[in-house]
């Protein structure tokens, strides 16, 4: 099982990233798959996730309106788009098999990762 998450960089505020996590291993009919951060100092936090059927998404309040996640299932992969970047969405950021269904009172309990991608937002 293998998450590879990329499309990380240095952007400025206001600006735009689209993320990609590229599964192998299952498939996300299978599974649920989301995305954490981790900031320096900051506690681990989670942005999204996407349901097996995709009708389930969830999103963080901080990220909400400006984050889309979405998914390819012909390519395995599961994607952010990241809009309208705040100084505070500077972090690694992580894609995940999402153990909670992405249900939207319990997501956020993380299994497998692989390595993140950083995303600072600096002017």
């Known amino acids: 099982v293998q998450l590879q998450a990329s499309g990380g960089g240095l952007v400025q505020p206001g600006g735009s990233l689209r993320l990609s996590c590229v599964v192998s291993?299952?498939?996300?009919?299978?599974?649920?798959i989301g995305w954490f951060r981790q900031a320096p100092r900051k506690e681990r936090e989670g942005v999204s996730c996407?349901?097996?059927?995709?009708?389930?998404?969830n999103y963080a309040d901080s990220v909400k309106g400006r984050f889309t996640i979405s998914r390819d299932t012909v390519k395995n992969t599961v994607y952010l788009q990241l809009n309208n970047l705040k100084l505070e969405d500077t972090g690694l950021y992580y894609c995940a098999r999402e153990l909670g269904g992405c249900m939207a009172s319990a997501w956020g309990h993380w299994g497998s990762w692989g390595r993140g991608t950083q995303v600072t937002v600096s002017s």
């Open positions: 996407i349901g097996i059927s995709a009708g389930r998404i």
């Open positions: 291993g299952f498939t996300l009919d299978e599974t649920t």
